[in-house]
């Protein structure tokens, strides 16, 4: 796969059936990665789908026709920030540079709005993405916390300051 032609673009309310297909394909491809389940993604309506698309930012790599990823920026005025969540590339595009492209959208998509951080969470053991995150200029906080409410996996706060 040929980076140039990788295309990342933002979606719309309006893609919702893009949106919900890839985070179905992200739940059941990872769900250790992942704060929410398959099965409360499945329980969304249409109106959960668009609604969630116009409270954020959620970008989405393709190439030829095919969904690669996609990852999500969510304004926080109280943290003058934005919260980068729900990354995931498909596993035919790993290694290729999508996941890096995903991040740096995020990351411009902040500067653009004028925000002064960006942070985000990982799983614990998820050493690839830390690396990535790593290489693009975030540093653990030093914050940590459970995936999910009740659940013993953790997960470690990084932040890129911009």
Same mark, same amino acid.
């Given at each position: 796969?040929?980076? /140039? ?20 394909? =992200? ?8 704060? /929410? ?33 996609? +990852? ?5 005025? !109280?943290?003058?920030?934005? $919260? ?5 590339? =498909? ?32 799983? !614990? ?10 290489? $693009?200029?975030? +540093?653990?906080?030093? +914050?940590?916390?459970? +995936? ?6 953790? !997960?470690?706060?990084?932040? $890129?300051?911009?």
């Amino acid at each position: 796969m040929n980076i /140039s032609t990788i295309d990342i673009r933002l979606l719309t309310a309006d893609e919702w059936e893009v949106f919900r297909r890839v985070r179905m394909r =992200a739940l059941a491809d990872t769900p250790q990665y992942f704060g /929410s389940t398959l099965a409360e993604a499945q329980a969304r309506t249409e109106e959960d789908w668009r609604a969630a698309l116009l409270n954020r930012a959620q970008f989405i790599a393709t190439a030829e026709g095919a969904e690669l990823g996609t +990852v999500a920026g969510i304004a926080d005025p !109280e943290r003058d920030g934005v $919260h980068l969540i729900s990354m995931w590339v =498909a596993p035919e595009a790993r290694g290729t540079g999508v996941g890096g492209l995903l991040v740096r959208a995020v990351l411009d998509w902040a500067v653009a709005g004028g925000h002064s951080a960006v942070w985000l969470e990982f799983a !614990e053991g998820n050493t690839v993405a830390e690396r990535l995150y790593l290489r $693009h200029g975030f +540093v653990r906080t030093g +914050v940590s916390g459970f +995936v999910r409410p009740g659940e013993p996996r953790v !997960e470690y706060e990084m932040v $890129h300051k911009l």
